[in-house]
């Protein structure tokens, strides 16, 4: 046999040889896992616990509940069940209940502030006006001018002082006022001289608490300056300044004050709820409202005696903002009224004495987009067309 071939038959010898073994041990491998069941279970080798380990936890444990119990004890257990020793600070539960409570409340009885909507018990201190009959033609002008602004949405009232013949568009509705809601606080502020709770020559000092933005000048003035009631009163029409409504205001008794004597005076849907300037409309009326209240302050003498009477319409015809109704008159017509401009809401109230002596009242509110044009263009060409109504 060649030598080539005689080593390749010893290979084949040689992994014959090892390959039956490996057989064999594959075999015994097989049958061992075959037989697994029926060897003895291995046992784990437990490892031996750490006490000490064991006891530092414990131990840290106990300490955490313990003084997790007492801190519980000493700030909750003891404080609800035995009195605070700081005997000068109070809890006022009504107050957590109620946060807005004492800014939105308009009564006050035997220490507590509540809210009313109408005075109940009293006699209504204004009169409602007395309307004729309602004006269709003027009526319908002011309908179809209001159609050509969709975008917008007014209220109007008009009330003719020798008729008694009135408009209602929208009047009963609900607007926000903005510097309109001045009117009822200067009714408020004369209410209370001729109550005999301050006179007209009384002094306040512009502090910061009072000074605010908006319009206005008093808000550029040194701090403690000092002003009469008077000068803040002229201030607050005239300017319709934003700092010196929120001093009279306060003057008065707050907001509490101003919509308690709203509720006295009979009128049921004008609400103080927002220090000035109030940039989200939260101050509220309705055109009907306001030109009750004018209507009041004119006519009705058992409200307010004429020397306050006298004074507030001296600064009602010297508002400056002369842009609104004012510009839709004719020339050397009188106009007593107060303007109220935020960007939602654009709007006039006033009396209208015209050359000839005609009187009327006209509120206009008109809700906008925000600072839209287009009310100051609605509430000018509205104002031409009453005017030329009531002139013919």
Known sequence: ???????????????????????????????????????????????????????????????????????????????????????????????LMYPTHNYLSNAWFMGERSFRFASTGKKAQMTEIKEGVNMPVLQSSLSELAQQYPSLDAGIYVWDYETGNYVDINASKVYPTASIIKIPVLIDVFKSIEAGQFNITDKMPLTEYFRTEGSGNLQFKAANSVYTIDELARRMITESDNSSTNMLMAK??????????????????????????????????????????????????????????????????????????????????????????????????GIVITPSGKKYIAVI??????????????????????YNYMVK
């Open 252 to 349: 008065v008794g707050s907001m509490t004050d101003v919509n308690q004597a709203v509720r006295d005076w009979g009128i049921k849907n004008t609400e103080v709820q927002a220090w000035l300037p109030d940039y989200a409309g939260s101050n509220h009326s309705t055109p009907k409202d306001m030109a009750t209240m004018l209507y009041n302050i004119d006519e009705n003498d058992k409200f307010l005696n004429s020397d306050s009477r006298g004074k507030m319409f001296n600064y009602m015809a010297n508002v400056h903002n002369n842009r609104l109704i004012q510009a839709g008159l004719g020339e050397n017509s009188v106009f007593l009224h107060k303007t109220g401009d935020i960007g939602k809401m654009l709007g006039d109230a």
């Open 1 to 95: 046999m060649p030598r080539l071939a005689e080593q390749y038959n010893d290979y084949r010898t040689y992994y014959s040889y090892n390959r039956n073994d490996y057989s064999a041990a594959e075999a015994y491998r097989d049958n061992s896992l075959d037989n697994h069941d029926n060897r003895r279970p291995r046992t784990r080798k437990r490892k031996k616990s750490n006490i000490i380990r064991d006891f530092v936890i414990v131990l840290l444990l106990a300490a955490f509940v313990v003084c997790g119990l007492g801190f519980s004890f000493r700030k909750i257990s003891v404080a609800m069940l035995s009195p605070t020793p700081y005997k000068n600070i109070q809890t006022d539960l009504r107050q």
């Open 365 to 386: 509110f008109v809700n906008r987009p925000h600072n839209s044009p287009l009310a100051k263009e609605f509430i000018v060409r509205a104002s031409k067309i009453i």
